[in-house]
Each structure stands twice: as C-alpha cells, then as structure tokens.
C-alpha cells in the first residue's frame, strides 16, 4: 500500500474506474473507487471520500492509496467483516471483481 500525495480526483480517467460504492443517503456520506491501471500509479487505486450532507461531492476531500491485486482482495475481506457505509457495500463487488 502506498499513499498517492497531493491526490486530485479530477486527474482519474473515467474509463479506468472498475467500480464506485457510496453510502446510503444520510447526514454523512461517502464515496469508495477502484480504479485498475491508472496510467501515473501501480495497480489498483482505492480512492476514499466523505462529506456531511450539506455539502455535494464537489467538496470531498479525497485521499487514494495504491495497492496490488492481493492487497486489495485483503483490504475488501476486511471490510466484508467489519467495515461501514460504503466499504461493506463495496466489498463483495471488488471480491467478485477480482475472483
């Protein structure tokens, strides 16, 4: 795993993200991406970003780490059995993603 410094979502190609996940409306929302093969990164990138309600996805933060093929199948095993909002949801799609 390695932590993508002065990520900005707006450099993602679209057609390189394999998968989106975000939680279910509420106060607080998130949003999970993989993207596989992006063009500057190793692997398969895992983007995360969160916002309170009163606010759109426009203005999330977002952070991204970098992760091989193997790390991410054990990152969504562990969000399987413990994870919230948009990691469970996430999770059994990147596993089937990846069988």
């Avoid at 970098?66 to 990691?87: D, N």
């Avoid at 999770?91 to 089937?96: G, K, Q, S, T």
Wanted: proline residues 4%; glycine residues 6%; aromatic residues 14%.
């Amino acid at each position: 795993m390695k932590q993508i410094k002065n990520f900005k979502i707006d450099e993602i190609p679209i057609w390189k993200i394999a998968l989106v996940a975000t939680s279910d409306p509420d106060y607080e929302m998130d949003r999970i991406m993989l993207v596989e093969n992006h063009p500057n990164y190793d692997g398969y990138t895992v983007i995360h970003g969160g916002h309170c309600s009163c606010y759109e996805f426009d203005d999330t933060d977002w952070s991204a780490f970098c992760y091989s093929r193997s790390q991410v199948i054990k990152l969504a095993q562990g969000w399987l059995k413990s994870g919230w909002g948009s990691e469970k949801i996430i999770a059994p799609l990147i596993l089937d993603y990846l069988a």
